[in-house]
């Protein structure tokens, strides 16, 4: 024993020196390749790259020194046999920079674990150097910035049991041989993280060949299409199924229910169509089922019920009908349900009260009725709660008042009455959003009001009720404040200094604004329109302009002038003093709102010149002057080359006492509406967002075919010229036919004379045009006829000759578009013309005969839908009983020539009989 001993001691003696030295060697390459590594790159804690790591992010490579041993640096992790480096982890690490293909990583070829997420590596390609680490089981580069095609050689990888490529959509594309290649030669995956990859060129029925093993299975955002595939999810372990934002269409097959060890899915943001199946219910290990944001039919499977474990439940956004299911009660562990956007119907269910770990319920956009049930007081951890647009009635439940922990409450666009309860929300301390909007709430907003949320609330709205009376409001945080569309009466009241939306419009507000809504500083959006505020406007909001962009004081009282006070880098895009007292000249500071869209100073008393200077504003798309006292010409003197009014939409001057010609240079200039400027909102109508996410529309009063008209929002598309009322003389310039998108043109009660110019039928847009009561002669162009959406035409008032043009829209008008224009004919005017001309082809080609003779009006309206020969028996009668004689030896002449033929052809019919 003890020569055994002695042998194994010489051993160590002679060989640990050269063991040693190898150890010591393989350790010393490696943290050499590591520190070449970590020069490659910055650090940068402030790149998004990285953000979802929240608090964990931190440069873990800050802790490698030179001269160290890298075992112990943070992050890697060696084998303590031989010093090999078989763990790195550098996720969340903060690291940017160019990833290089020939990077000294790759000199660490006994990696088992690479986790590099969470960093931004600035859109570089993924090495194919990658499928160098045949040991490798684990392989995590999601969110790392990664770009390009996934190289081929991932699928090398043969040994992994992880791998997680997931990250920004688009950025990353994987070609369908590498995808089979990956799929067939990862026998060993467990997990298959590939969100955002494109695969749109992929079928889905590659993954057929998944392996057994696979428990989980992530393609969110990969772009896959076609039809959800029934069959090739045959994966008994699977554990978690995300095909979240796909394009994938067709039913749900009942084969997912087969997939007893799922516990999360995710079919939401697709394409799926039918009803939900019921052998989902058959998942008793479900946590989350997400199938939100699809085309689901049909009722809700009272199935689901089953699925005890549950506690995410999404079905938003869908067509699903029919009441809720009462087994949804059985749910205990449910903390999130949401069914809004759909059709349900019915009373909300008293089983949803057995809920208490509820924390989220929204049951917004449905068509349920009934009360609001009182067990929905029990979800005492509830924080997020909508009711909102349902036909739900009666008075909000007392048992709201438990909910000590609600920060979010919706119940708006319902038919709840009555007043707000006495005692109602007290307790309700962490609120920040309630909004009760819509509905029929009467009475005052009562003073315990300053109890909710006194230092949380953010947003509160109680528009468009029957609310009377208004006190203080104390929340020291409030940001946006809505009580439009109400009673409400008395002085305006002065909302916190943190406000920026603060709407009161459509009530019965009072007296003079208080200076001291400027103390607001923040204030981004201010409607105080349609009320009986008096005064002069506060010159103070010149000082708000650098953080004001919608200014809304339409149909109040205020009196003497624009405030002059408009500073550098105002920040106004909507200023609408439409409908109040307001006297001239308009101010220049105007010109510092250099964002500037929507400009409405109609109906005040505005005593100025045009001001030509506003056509520099560059984004100036609404300009509205009109019921002023505004006059003199709007020829430009100027010779400046530069356009004026290029992004010009609506252009309403009409009302007031502008001479001279039609201002052909801004005709010229309207750029946007010849189709020369590109339209730049991509929204379908004109507004402005708040911080919040809220869009709000800038609305207008036009008159619209005739009438007036108030645009609640103005249709990004709308065109609109209005110059009528006013004394412009002249003739209509050629140039309007250049505004092929114009929808109304308004020229009317001017001194404008000449003809109508041709080129108008160039405007394939128009849907009115009024040319009434002027001095215009000649005749309407033929061209107008081919107008396919002119649906209002007025030329009355006027000195027009000639045939009216028939057919298409020109059929639908009324004799009133016409009136006084004594030398017009034909339809729908009395007078027939007394010119002989082929009637419109469609009509003498019908039966494919032609003929050169043009009857009158009414005759021709009879042969239409009776045949030329009764319509000209008619004729004949009617012109006996005083029409022209012309016209009655005109309808001789055909009979005679009638007579004659018959005669004609009787004699040959009698010459076949002899024969």
């Known amino acids: ?184 030669n990862l026998t060993e995956v467990r997990h298959l993280f590939l969100d955002g990859i494109n695969m749109s060129s992929v079928n889905a ?45 067709g039913q749900i097959p009942r084969s997912l229910g087969n997939l007893l060890q799922l516990t999360h899915l995710d079919l939401s943001w697709n394409r799926l169509s039918g009803q939900i199946p019921r052998s989902l219910g058959n998942l008793l290990q479900l946590t989350h089922l997400d199938l939100s944001e699809n085309q689901l039919r049909g009722q809700i499977p009272r199935s689901l019920g089953n699925l005890l474990q549950l506690t995410h439940l999404d079905l938003s956004w869908n067509r699903l009908s029919g009441q809720i299911p009462i087994s949804l009660g059985s749910l205990l562990q449910l903390t999130h349900l949401d069914l809004s956007w759909n059709r349900l119907s019915g009373q909300i269910p008293r089983s949803l009260g057995n809920l208490l770990q509820l924390t989220q319920l929204d049951l917004s956009e449905n068509q349920l009725s009934g009360q609001i049930p009182r067990s929905l007081g029990n979800h005492l951890q509830l924080t997020v709660l909508d009711l909102s647009g349902n036909q ?17 409450l919706r119940i708006a666009e319902n038919a709840l009455e009555g007043s707000i309860p006495d005692e109602f929300f007290t307790g309700l301390k962490s609120l920040e959003s309630l909004d009760l909007s819509c509905n029929k709430i009467e009475g005052k907003i009562p ?47 002065i ?59 339409k149909k109040n009282k205020f009196y003497g002038t624009i405030p002059p006070t408009f500073a550098e880098g105002c920040q106004l895009t909507n200023f609408n003093l439409n409908g109040n007292l307001l006297e001239g000249p308009l101010t220049p500071s105007i010109l510092n709102c250099n964002d500037l869209e929507v400009l409405d100073l109609g109906n005040n008393k505005i005593n100025d010149t045009f001001p030509h200077w506003l056509g520099s504003l560059p984004y100036l798309q609404v300009l509205v002057l009109k019921s002023n006292l505004m006059h003199g010409s709007l020829r430009v003197n100027s010779s400046k080359s530069s356009p004026f009014f290029s992004k010009i939409q609506i252009f309403d001057l009409s009302n007031n006492y502008f001479s001279g010609p039609l201002p052909v240079r801004y005709i010229n200039s309207f750029k946007a509406i010849i189709n020369l400027e590109k339209i730049g909102s991509t929204v379908s109508y004109m507004g402005v967002n708040d911080d919040g996410g809220d869009f709000y529309t800038y609305s207008i009063g036009i008159v619209m075919k005739g009438q007036d008209r108030e645009l609640v929002k103005i249709f990004t598309m709308w065109m609109i010229i209005d110059l009528s009322n006013n004394q412009f003389e002249g003739g209509i310039p050629e140039v309007f036919g250049k505004l092929n998108l114009l929808k109304g043109l308004n020229l009317s009660h001017n001194n404008l004379n000449g003809g109508i110019p041709t080129s108008v039928g160039n405007l394939k847009s128009l849907e009115w045009l ?14 107008l006829a081919d107008l396919p959406f002119l649906s209002s035409f007025n030329v009355s008032g006027n000195q027009l000759h000639g045939h009216i043009p028939q057919g298409k829209q020109f059929n639908t008008f009324g004799n009133d578009s016409y009136q006084g224009n004594k030398g017009l004919c034909g339809f729908p005017v009395s007078k027939g013309c007394n010119i002989i001309e082929p009637p419109p082809p469609n009509v003498l080609e019908k039966d494919g005969s032609k003929s050169n003779i043009t009857f009158g009006w009414k005759v021709v309206l009879i042969g239409y839908g009776c045949g030329v020969v009764f319509g000209m028996s008619v004729g004949y009668v009617v012109f006996q009983t005083g029409k022209p004689k012309w016209l009655v030896n005109l309808v001789e002449i055909q009979h005679e020539k009638k007579r004659r033929r018959k005669s004609k052809d009787g004699s040959r019919s009698n010459g076949r009989r002899r024969i």
């Open 770 to 783: 009024d040319l009434s009561s002027n001095r215009l002669s000649g005749t309407i162009p033929n061209r």
């Open 1 to 184: 024993m003890a020569s055994s001993y002695l042998f194994l001691f010489l051993c160590l003696f002679l060989f640990f020196p050269q063991l040693y030295a190898s150890f010591s060697s393989s350790g010393s390459h490696s943290c050499s390749s590591l520190i070449q590594f970590k020069n490659s790159f910055s650090t940068n804690q402030t790149n998004a790259a990285y953000l979802s790591c929240d608090d964990q992010s931190y440069p873990k490579t800050d802790s490698w020194k030179e001269g160290t041993d890298c075992c112990s640096w943070d992050g890697v992790t060696c084998d303590h046999l031989n010093a090999h480096v078989i763990a790195l982890d550098l996720s969340c690490s903060s690291l940017y920079g160019n990833f290089p293909s020939n990077t000294t990583l790759f000199l660490l070829p006994h990696l088992q674990k690479l986790n590099l997420a969470y960093n931004d590596f600035n859109l570089s390609k993924i090495p194919s150097e990658f499928g160098q680490f045949t040991s490798l089981f684990y392989f995590n580069l999601s969110h790392t910035g990664f770009a390009g095609e996934v190289p081929s050689q991932v699928s090398h990888l043969s040994k992994l049991v992880s791998l997680d490529l997931s990250g920004i959509e688009e950025q990353l594309t994987i070609d369908k041989y590498a995808l089979e290649g990956l799929v067939h």
């Open 495 to 553: 909302p916190a200094s943190t406000i920026n939306v603060f709407f009161i419009s459509n009530n019965s507000f009072n007296g003079e604004v208080s200076s001291l809504i400027c103390n607001a500083s923040s204030l981004r959006i201010l409607d105080l329109s349609h009320n009986n505020l008096s005064g002069t406007i506060p010159q103070c909001f010149g000082n708000l302009s650098n953080s004001l962009q919608f200014l809304n004081l």
């Open 205 to 249: 029925h590659v993954f057929m060949n998944l392996s057994s093993s696979l428990r989980s299975l992530s393609l969110a955002g990969c772009d896959l299409q076609g039809k959800f595939p029934k069959n090739i999810f045959d994966l008994p372990n699977l554990n978690l199924l995300n095909l979240r934002r796909n394009q994938l269409s």
């Open 447 to 493: 003073q315990w009001m300053q109890e909710v949320g006194n230092v949380s609330l953010t947003y509160f709205n109680v528009s468009h009720n029957s609310l009377t009376e208004v006190e203080h409001f104390p929340w020291k945080n409030i940001e946006s404040l809505d009580l439009s569309s109400n009673l409400i009466s008395g002085n305006l009241p």
């Open 392 to 408: 739900l009635s009666g008075q909000i439940p007392l048992s709201i008042l438990n909910l000590t922990q609600l920060e979010y």
